[in-house]
């Protein structure tokens, strides 16, 4: 009898331990994030970066010159004052070359007015930029109602869409600036039972499978809802 009375208890606590015998599932989609950079205006910021740091160097070496050649005078200068006359051809050509070399200090000194300030700004904006900092118009899940707004919003670094829990959607229409742009991810969704004894949908392997955007960082590793990331260039 003991026996019989063992065998019913343990099968009463398998029976207690099924993971789906009063399970809730819960259908709210899975989340991924995506950054936005703009990567045309980190390059025209560049751009202007090595103009400055062009003009920058090419005083610095025309001022060197001058001084090269100003302390060249005062020693050629010297040795005429103690009778060497071979020195005068030298003085000569040193005071043709001294104005020439002063213009173009003058000249780059002049393009490289506020530079110094200037690059400070440029470079802030740049890690800005490199943030993912931006506003963005709208995003649309394409095949559906789903439309989402951004008028009201600050910009942000980092924006999180949902993915579909029964694979109804994937493509998503982004419009950023008023021009719209496309991205297609593929992945996998899967169940899994949270402490509460949910089973929860989740997404997994999740990668970017084409996108109108100039360029994207696929992800590499925890490729999961709720851990995945994307950047996105354009």
Same mark, same amino acid.
């Given at each position: 009898?003991?026996?019989?009375?063992?065998?019913? =208890?343990?099968?009463?606590? *398998?029976? +207690?331990?099924?993971?789906?015998?009063?399970?809730? %599932?819960?259908?709210? @989609?899975?989340? =991924?994030?995506?950054?936005?950079? $703009?990567?045309?205006?980190? /390059?025209?910021?560049?751009?202007?970066?090595?103009?400055?740091?062009? $003009?920058?160097?090419?005083?610095?070496?025309?001022?060197?010159?001058?001084? %090269?050649?100003?302390?060249?005078?005062?020693?050629?200068?010297? &040795?005429?004052?103690?009778?060497?006359?071979?020195?005068?051809?030298?003085?000569?050509?040193?005071?043709?070359?001294?104005?020439?070399?002063? !213009?173009?200090? +003058?000249?780059?000194?002049?393009?490289?007015?506020?530079?110094? +300030?200037? %690059?400070?700004?440029? $470079? !802030?904006?740049?890690?800005?930029?490199?943030?993912?900092?931006?506003?963005?118009?709208?995003?649309?899940?394409?095949?559906?109602?789903?439309? /989402?707004?951004?008028?009201?919003?600050? #910009?942000?670094?980092?924006? #999180? *869409?949902?993915?579909?829990?029964?694979?109804?959607?994937?493509?998503?229409?982004?419009?950023?600036?008023? =021009?719209?742009?496309?991205?297609?991810? +593929?992945?996998? /969704?899967?169940? @899994?039972?949270?402490?509460?004894? /949910?089973?929860? =949908?989740?997404?997994?392997?999740?990668?970017?499978?084409?996108?109108?955007?100039?360029?994207?960082?696929?992800?590499?590793?925890?490729?999961?809802? &709720?851990?995945?990331?994307? !950047?996105?260039?354009?």
């Amino acid at each position: 009898m003991k026996q019989l009375l063992s065998i019913f =208890i343990f099968f009463l606590l *398998i029976v +207690s331990c099924d993971p789906c015998d009063d399970c809730d %599932t819960v259908s709210y @989609e899975p989340t =991924i994030s995506l950054v936005f950079i $703009n990567q045309d205006s980190i /390059n025209s910021l560049d751009d202007s970066l090595m103009v400055f740091s062009f $003009n920058d160097s090419a005083l610095a070496v025309h001022v060197n010159a001058l001084d %090269t050649l100003r302390a060249r005078l005062e020693e050629v200068q010297i &040795g005429l004052d103690t009778g060497n006359t071979s020195l005068q051809a030298e003085k000569d050509e040193i005071l043709i070359l001294i104005p020439e070399r002063q !213009t173009d200090s +003058s000249y780059y000194a002049t393009l490289n007015q506020d530079a110094d +300030s200037l %690059t400070a700004v440029f $470079n !802030t904006t740049k890690s800005t930029i490199n943030s993912g900092l931006l506003q963005v118009d709208q995003i649309e899940i394409l095949g559906t109602t789903f439309v /989402n707004t951004y008028e009201d919003i600050d #910009s942000a670094t980092i924006w #999180s *869409i949902p993915l579909s829990y029964d694979g109804e959607f994937n493509t998503y229409e982004v419009v950023i600036a008023g =021009i719209a742009r496309t991205i297609e991810f +593929s992945y996998d /969704n899967t169940q @899994e039972v949270d402490e509460e004894r /949910n089973v929860i =949908i989740r997404a997994e392997n999740i990668q970017v499978v084409s996108s109108t955007f100039d360029s994207f960082d696929n992800c590499e590793e925890n490729c999961v809802d &709720g851990e995945a990331s994307f !950047t996105f260039y354009f």
